[in-house]
């Protein structure tokens, strides 16, 4: 009787519910799943091929660049940057972004926010901010580097912006992604203009550069 009870159980056990069976199956399937959606992702991304965005430096007018004891500068300076997305499949969220101008790789205004924006396909957006300082610390070498370039005629500033963008394709929207913003605007400036007139120059169409 005993023998006939060993061999019931073992005929159960070979026929019956096998957990850890079914676990492998589950894990198996949604391993396919997942590689298959990600592979079909890579796909799109790669027949897509997003390019980086174009920006350009529609205009600066450069307000006020006051040097006061010890070494603290008051600035204003008002820019615009148009953005052109060149991709025919792909759309463009900016988030966070953020402008400033620096000289001769000094910061010279404080950062002002720009709104989060959508750019569309192929779509062009002027970016407008106006960028002020007060009090903002520079080297002491500031007046003196501003002395050579009246000199030299011209004046050198550096706009740049910084932020985060997102592709979308179709309702698939990508992760963040770092973008800068890297825009050179050579003004020109009379060896007898003071820096503190209203305003100073414009400059206009100059391109950047954008690293992502």
């Not at 062009?124 to 030299?152: C, H, M, T």
């Amino acid at each position: 009787m005993s023998q006939a009870l060993s061999k019931s159980a073992k005929h159960c056990g070979e026929k019956g519910f096998n957990i850890e069976k079914l676990n492998k199956k589950l894990v198996y399937t949604i391993s396919t799943f997942l590689l298959s959606f990600i592979s079909l992702v890579l796909l799109v991304w790669l027949v897509l091929h997003p390019s980086k965005p174009r920006f350009s430096l529609r205009e600066v007018d450069v307000y006020q660049l006051n040097l006061s004891a010890p070494h603290l500068l008051t600035s204003s300076i008002d820019i615009t940057i148009e953005s052109k997305n060149p991709n025919q499949r792909v759309g463009i969220y900016y988030d966070q972004l953020q402008a400033y101008a620096s000289y001769r790789g000094q910061q010279i205004t404080a950062h002002a926010q720009l709104p989060a924006f959508y750019q569309g396909i192929q779509d062009r957006n002027l970016l407008s901010a106006s960028l002020k300082g007060d009090g903002i610390p520079v080297a002491p070498s500031f007046g003196y580097e501003v002395g050579r370039d009246q000199v030299a005629g011209k004046l050198v500033v550096a706009l740049r912006l910084d932020g985060q963008l997102r592709w979308k394709v179709g309702t698939w929207v990508s992760g963040r992604y770092r973008i800068n913003v890297n825009c050179v605007a050579v003004l020109p400036l009379g060896a007898t203009d003071r820096i503190s007139t209203s305003p100073i120059n414009s400059g206009q169409g100059t391109s950047c550069s954008t690293t992502i």
